[in-house]
């Protein structure tokens, strides 16, 4: 079965700051991961998404994850956080093809400090 | 661009009663994926559709119940609602093209207060 680890509950940076995300999973073939980010109260926006070729890859609003399949992981940088990153970011883990499920990490709640 | 529309987007219930929330996927769209996220946690998968029928079935109670309809909007059916129901609810949708990359775009959820 596939399973999300993300490590850090909280994290709170400095506005300006660098941050990284970090995100675990475990899937017995190629997975397809996906960063989503969540506004209290909101939806959920997916930021960016890994399916093959380039194991670095860019999403919206300037973040990048890199995907590392020899640790299985899957974590999420930015080099400048703004105020407005502040939110719950989730790391999800697909098998692929229709009808199947997205499993979540439970989050990490990102605060910025000003 | 065209979303996924959830309606309504709130709803409050007493326990016992019934609610039936609605999901429109993007246009085009063959597959319908049902999430609940209750308060604090993370959303959890409860069952999905694709060109009408059940593909995927995960931690839904069975007081739930859903389907696809031709138009292929789907409607997740909640009976006899417990407090632990109180969640956010979401829907996403994707489209079942090769090479399959499972990318699903979510609904802004309905978000259920079970009192």
């Known amino acids: 079965a596939q399973s999300v680890t993300q490590p850090d509950i909280h994290i709170t940076v400095s506005e300006g700051a660098s941050l990284e995300l970090r995100c675990n999973y475990s899937?017995?073939?190629?997975?397809?991961l996906f960063w989503y980010v969540q506004s209290p109260g909101q939806g959920l926006q997916l930021l960016l998404k890994?399916?093959?070729?380039?194991?670095l890859v860019q999403g919206i609003k300037g973040f990048e994850a890199e995907f590392k399949r020899s640790q299985s992981s899957f974590n999420l940088r930015k080099p400048s956080v703004h105020w407005s990153d502040a939110a719950e970011y989730f790391c999800?883990?697909?098998?692929?093809?229709?009808?199947?499920?997205?499993?979540f990490g439970t989050g990490t709640q990102l605060k910025v400090e000003l | 661009a065209a979303g996924v529309i959830q309606s309504p987007r709130h709803l409050i219930k007493e326990k016992r009663e019934t609610a039936t929330l609605k999901c429109y996927p993007i246009?085009?769209?063959?597959?319908v994926y049902w999430y609940q996220q209750g308060p604090g946690q993370d959303p959890q998968f409860l069952i999905s559709?694709?060109?009408?029928?059940?593909?995927d079935k995960g931690s839904i109670p069975d007081r739930f119940s859903a389907q696809q309809f031709s138009d292929y909007h789907s409607e997740l059916n909640m009976s006899s609602l417990e407090l632990g129901d109180s969640a956010l609810y979401f829907c996403?949708?994707?489209?079942?093209?090769?090479?399959?990359?499972?990318?699903?775009?979510f609904g802004p959820g309905t978000r259920l207060t079970v009192l």
């Open positions: 996403a949708s994707s489209l079942e093209v090769l090479p399959r990359t499972n990318e699903q775009f």
């Open positions: 899937y017995g073939a190629t997975p397809y």
């Open positions: 890994y399916f093959s070729g380039d194991t």
């Open positions: 999800a883990v697909g098998a692929g093809g229709g009808g199947n499920k997205l499993t």
């Open positions: 246009p085009r769209h063959d597959t």
């Open positions: 559709f694709y060109e009408k029928m059940q593909s």
